[in-house]
């Protein structure tokens, strides 16, 4: 199973992006084998758990790395980075979930919910 294993974290930010809720975590505790920076999960409207994730994973011998998870498989996606804090990859995770979900960022940009 590729999606997270998440026995705890702590919700930084949540986005309305189109028909899709954007929950972004951090402080990830996890039962699988990754390391996760962060993971933002992708929930669709009327759903109550994410279909996809995209997160940032520690990787052996090398330099944090984003990877898209769902429910099956897992990709680790080219470039992007240095992401030094939370911003700079919610940045990212905000273009990457863009062309996910087929949105177009200037008609249905993406607002941060309280």
Same mark, same amino acid.
Not at 30 to 56: C, R, V
Not at 61 to 67: E, K, L, R
């Given at each position: 199973?590729?999606?997270?294993?998440?026995?705890?974290?702590?919700? $930084?930010? &949540?986005?309305?992006?189109?028909?899709?809720? %954007?929950?972004?975590?951090?402080?990830?505790?996890?039962? +699988? @084998?990754?390391?996760?920076?962060?993971?933002?999960?992708?929930?669709a409207q009327g759903k109550q758990q994410p279909e996809?994730?995209?997160?940032?994973?520690?990787?052996?011998?090398?330099?944090?790395?984003? $990877?898209? &998870?769902?429910?099956?498989?897992?990709?680790? %996606?080219?470039?992007?980075?240095?992401?030094?804090?939370? +911003? @700079?990859?919610?940045?990212?995770?905000?273009?990457?979930?863009?062309?996910?979900?087929?949105?177009?960022?200037?008609?249905?940009?993406?607002?941060?919910?309280?």
């Amino acid at each position: 199973m590729a999606y997270p294993t998440i026995s705890s974290a702590i919700p $930084q930010r &949540r986005y309305q992006f189109g028909d899709f809720t %954007l929950v972004v975590l951090s402080d990830i505790e996890s039962t +699988d @084998s990754a390391h996760y920076h962060y993971l933002m999960g992708i929930i669709a409207q009327g759903k109550q758990q994410p279909e996809l994730f995209i997160s940032l994973e520690n990787q052996p011998n090398s330099a944090p790395q984003i $990877q898209l &998870r769902a429910e099956h498989n897992s990709q680790c %996606l080219p470039g992007g980075g240095p992401w030094k804090n939370l +911003d @700079s990859f919610i940045e990212d995770a905000l273009r990457i979930a863009a062309k996910l979900l087929n949105l177009d960022m200037q008609a249905y940009e993406p607002y941060r919910l309280q």
